[in-house]
């Protein structure tokens, strides 16, 4: 059993700052991806950024890249995700997801409720 917990939401003014963590437990072999999506209302849910298994992060769209930057603690199985500069449009629901084994299935945490306002 996998188990993904998030913790980090909440409300910011906009030019404010959030980190997200993401603590994956339970049967652990082979991670292929751990990242960030968000679901604003009435959208769909979308990629903000992941972070391979080999370490290397990738960024969804030129909106966050500069302002949010993804990492991961190996050692805890821990993802984080450092959001700077935020703007209202980044106001959302914020998944957790890890990509596990040779059959790449997902998982998904619980989400963490983000608002910028003032």
């Known amino acids: 059993q996998v188990q993904l917990v998030e913790s980090g939401g909440g409300l910011v003014q906009p030019g404010g700052s959030l980190r997200l963590s993401c603590a994956a437990s339970?049967?652990?072999?082979?991670?292929?991806?751990m990242g960030w999506y968000r679901q604003a209302p009435g959208k769909q849910r979308e990629l903000v950024a992941l972070i391979t298994g080999g370490g290397s992060a990738n960024y969804a769209d030129s909106s966050v890249k500069g302002r949010f930057t993804i990492s991961r603690d190996n050692a805890k199985n821990t993802v984080y995700l450092q959001m700077n500069s935020l703007k209202p449009e980044d106001t959302a629901v914020y998944y957790c997801n890890l990509n596990l084994g040779p059959r790449a299935v997902d998982y998904w945490g619980q989400g963490t409720q983000v608002t910028v306002s003032s």
């Open positions: 339970g049967r652990l072999l082979g991670i292929n991806a």
